[in-house]
Every structure is written in C-alpha cells, then in structure tokens.
C-alpha cells in the first residue's frame, strides 16, 4: 500500500486536540488493512517525524435512523500515533 493510501484523514475533535497539546498523540483515520508498522512508516515519511508508538482500534458503525428504517453508518480504523517529544504536527 502507498503512504496517502493508509492515512485517509486526521481525525479533529477536542479530545484529540487535548492529547495532541498535552500528550503528543495524534488522531487518525487509517485503511482498515493497514497495519501498526505500516501506518507507522506512513505518518514518519509523510509527516517527516519520528514516532515513538501506534495505538489502534476498529471503530464500530453507528444505527441511525432513516424514515422508518435503521441504517449503520460506515466503520472504520483509527489509529493514535504518539510521537518522540522533539516532534510536532502542526495539523490544527
């Protein structure tokens, strides 16, 4: 797989601006064939840091309703990438 086919977005919400502030560890949304290494080699040449840990967690689809019906929105991957404390994403 290439590197922009694995990462497909970083995810931005408060908590992971929060981890990113405090933490180091970044949010975001990757293949869902992708593995730890891979992402890993991915946010390291796109990014051009150094990364210290992967995290990742299979993030189950949601019911919403439509009409009288129940759908499931789509799951998804996401992984949590904690970098070494000289580097920084500058993504917000």
Known sequence: MKEYSIIVRPVITEQ???FANVRNVYAF???????????RQAIEKIYNVKVRDVRTAHMKGKPRRRGRHFIHTKAWKK????????????LY
Do not use: C
């Not at 070494?84 to 500058?90: E, L």
């Open 16 to 18: 992971s601006i929060h």
């Open 29 to 39: 949304e990757v293949n869902p064939k992708a593995n730890k290494l891979q992402i």
């Open 79 to 90: 992984a949590f990438v904690v970098l070494h404390p000289d580097y920084r994403i500058d």
